[in-house]
Structures are given as C-alpha cells and as structure tokens.
C-alpha cells in the first residue's frame, strides 16, 4: 500500500496498476518522455481522465 506524499518512478517497460484510494485526496501522474520527432512545442494543455474501477464492477 502506498503512503501518502509517496513518489514512484518507474520506466516505460515496467508495469504499473492503481490502486483503491483509501480517503479523498487528488493524484498527480506525470509523464516526461522526449520526442524528437515532433516539428516543435504546440503551446496546448491537454488533459486526460482515467476511472479505476475493481473488476468485479466491469461486468464481464
């Protein structure tokens, strides 16, 4: 079980999973990565929304 204000770092060959979350409170995933591919900075905010839900609740 994670403790609170915990950092991880890991790699993009490692596999990670969430976990429940015990009470309320925000998380913060950060992914850096380097492309050099890319023909520069697109001066844009995205944002991405992930629900974790236990697989009894999938339904399958």
Known sequence: MAQSLSVFKFSPR??????????DGWRFFFRASVNTLTKGPLNEIRQ?????????????
Do not use: E, F, K, N
């Not at 490692?14 to 009470?23: N, V």
């Open 14 to 23: 490692d596999y990670h999973r969430a976990i429940p979350a015990t009470g």
């Open 48 to 60: 991405q929304v992930q629900a974790y839900l236990p697989s009894q609740d999938l339904g399958w």
